[in-house]
């Protein structure tokens, strides 16, 4: 589990960017973090690895300190940066030089995600695409069998049948003692995915439901007149009509329009937050 | 497993080092001999010097010291290179591994791994010159001789210099080359501004040494020579390698 309580940070004095962030990450689901350019997203993921210390505040990665950067803490947390830069190597002298530093690195899953992925071990890294170079990283993440995944814009610079193979690679290997957390402002792509959506925006989370909450409290229709729509929460005018965001009425589920879902937490994030209220205080 | 250091982990990350790393440190040694080598046969071949005793004696010593520091400065400016990429850092941050063994095998390559490859290395090399100088222009170069007893002062110095562009190394995010050096000059600038101006404070005299002499203290200090030498030499660059230890532990991306 990811505790993270009343953390604080800023990059300069003057400029807090999160003043007392609280939010837990549960092993077993799948986390998309969504928010706009600066919200914080990735300053969230790094200050999870690590790789940014708190000024005050905790955050507990299984019981580890990230900052500390303790070898057991290492071995255990994998980031895929949205920006990277690979050492002048082959392929396959890549995942041999540091897979040791991951007892549970498994290099079967390794090439078979080459595979999935047409990467071939003998290329050298350097001559690889960028989209290509993703890909490798996020075979070799996957390989390492990792308890926690932080991932950041993870299909930035993919094509379009990689970004799918992406989608059904983090199904595949996913299971209930891992935490994954995506960042990304490309949601379609983590269609059917996540398990839980949180939204930050300004250094605050402002949204944090699991997709299983989003199904049961919220309706996403398309329609050709908002007038007519009853419980609208949010509206988007597209060409022959509107998408809407409604309170849910009847039983039937809807598929999540992850879009249209961050476009009206953006727009009011309270009205959105309230469907959830309703519904529980109406369960109570 | 130890938090601080594991003989495993610590080979994994040398062996990390050597193959993302070593093909530059080679290229520096390789390009300072080549140039060396060179610039001396043009000078062999177009000066009409004549080389006394002593120049063929001491040659080799002169040479494989002016090429250890050379090559010292370059290889120790050039650790944690990674670091200072932002599109590199969180890889080496992020690799399994505590603070310690990173510092420790960065140490390992530039001090001591450095220094044993230059001994080696400039011994193989030096046979090889002094064979050709003979049969090209039978100029008797004596081999090279580190049982002398300024191989140890030089060895000394050596330590401080690495340590110091260590620690540049660690605390410049661009060009710790060039900055280490300015950085030190400006420090002992300063260090003997301050050092005037209390001297000129205490003593009310710029001339130190004089008063020092009339105060009896010069024989006070010459007392410490020792403890100020072994201070310099040995406490000093353990200092300097701490502050690094502790600037790694800072390191964020």
């Known amino acids: 589990m990811i505790q993270i309580k009343d953390l604080e940070f800023s990059y300069r004095k003057k400029n807090k960017l999160f003043t007392s962030l609280n939010v837990t990450f549960n092993k077993g689901q799948v986390y998309g973090i969504l928010g706009h350019n600066g919200a914080g997203k990735t300053t969230l993921l790094k200050l999870i690895a690590g790789l940014l210390f708190p000024k005050s505040g905790d955050c507990n990665v299984y019981g580890f300190t990230p900052a500390k950067r303790e070898p057991d803490f290492l071995e255990d947390i994998f980031y895929i940066p949205e920006e990277f830069e690979f050492p002048s190597l082959t392929i396959e002298k890549y995942v041999k030089i540091h897979a040791r530093f991951y007892p549970k690195f498994d290099l079967s899953t390794m090439d078979h995600l080459l595979n999935e992925f047409e990467l071939t071990g003998n290329s050298k890294i350097n001559s690889l695409s960028f989209g290509q170079k993703k890909k490798l990283l996020i075979a070799f993440a996957i390989s390492t069998n990792c308890r926690v995944l932080l991932m950041d814009e993870p299909t930035n610079g993919l094509d379009i049948p990689s970004k799918s193979t992406f989608r059904k690679i983090i199904a595949s290997y996913f299971n209930e003692d891992r935490i994954f957390l995506i960042s990304t402002h490309q949601v379609r792509d983590l269609d059917n995915i996540l398990d839980t959506l949180i939204v930050i925006e300004k250094g605050k989370v402002i949204f944090n439901q699991t997709v299983g909450d989003i199904q049961e409290n919220l309706c996403f229709k398309k329609v050709k007149n908002v007038d007519d729509t009853p419980n609208v929460l949010f509206a988007d005018k597209e060409f022959g009509g509107y998408s809407v965001l409604t309170n849910k009425s009847g039983t039937d589920e809807t598929k999540i329009d992850i879009e249209l879902l961050y476009k009206a937490i953006n727009s009011n994030s309270a009205l959105v937050n309230n469907a959830f209220e309703q519904k529980n205080n109406s369960h109570e | ?253």
């Open chain 2, 1 to 253: 497993m130890n938090k601080y250091f594991s003989l495993k982990r610590f080979s994994h990350l040398l062996k990390r080092e050597i193959h993302i790393n070593i093909k530059r440190d080679l290229l520096i040694i390789g390009a300072m001999y080549s140039l060396f080598t060179l610039v001396i046969f043009l000078v062999f071949e177009f000066s009409e010097e004549v080389y006394n005793e002593k120049f063929f004696e001491e040659f080799h010593f002169v040479t494989y010291i002016i090429m250890l520091f050379v090559g010292s400065v370059f290889i120790t400016s050039f650790s944690f290179i990674e670091l200072r990429d932002k599109l590199k850092s969180h890889f080496y941050l992020l690799t399994p591994g505590s603070n310690f063994e990173k510092f420790l095998v960065n140490i390992l390559i530039s001090f001591l791994g450095y220094a044993l490859f230059m001994l080696i290395s400039y011994l193989i090399y030096s046979s090889i010159f002094n064979w050709i100088t003979w049969e090209l222009y039978q100029l008797p170069f004596k081999p090279l001789n580190i049982a002398s007893s300024d191989f140890l002062l030089v060895m000394q110095i050596y330590i401080i210099a690495h340590s110091v562009f260590f620690l540049g190394a660690i605390t410049f995010k661009k060009y710790p080359l060039v900055l280490t050096p300015i950085a030190g000059f400006i420090l002992l600038t300063l260090f003997s501004v301050i050092n005037n101006i209390m001297a000129k404070l205490i003593l009310s005299d710029m001339s130190a040494d004089n008063q020092f002499d009339n105060m009896g203290l010069s024989e006070f200090f010459l007392g410490y020579e020792g403890l100020a030498k072994a201070t310099v030499f040995y406490v000093g660059p353990l200092i300097l390698w701490f502050i690094a230890y502790l600037k790694l532990n800072e390191k964020e991306h």
